[in-house]
């Protein structure tokens, strides 16, 4: 099996930082795409960042410029590096990585359980 591990949320006030990590382990065989999504009390799920296996990002014009994805491919980890927050953007944020566990196995898509981020004002 497959489990995606975050860590990094927290309680930060606005204009402050945070980084999040998200680890996959198990029986991998090769990572996709990895990204982070984020959902707010009493909002759907958001897309907020995703990265290729070849480091080509894309982000919600709501985060440009002040999130930053990045990965470690040797450590299966994809990372969230955020700046400058706000009070919107509090939220559970989840990872999501596409896994394949054998060469002969279909991509899969792996959620993590998710880490609370609070930004106060």
């Known amino acids: 099996q497959v489990q995606l591990v975050e860590s990094g949320g927290g309680l930060v006030q606005a204009g402050g930082s945070l980084r999040l990590s998200c680890a996959a382990s198990g029986s991998i065989f090769s990572v996709n795409a990895m990204g982070w999504y984020r959902q707010a009390p009493g909002k759907q799920r958001e897309l907020v960042a995703t990265i290729t296996s070849g480091g080509s990002t894309s982000y919600a014009d709501s985060v440009k410029g002040r999130f930053t994805i990045s990965r470690d491919n040797a450590k299966n980890t994809v990372y969230l590096q955020m700046n400058s927050l706000k009070p919107e953007d509090t939220a559970v944020y989840y990872c999501?990585?596409?896994?394949?566990?054998?060469?002969?196995?279909?991509?899969?898509?792996?959620w993590g359980q998710g880490t609370q981020v609070t930004v106060s004002s």
């Open positions: 999501n990585a596409e896994i394949k566990r054998r060469r002969w196995y279909s991509w899969e898509t792996n």
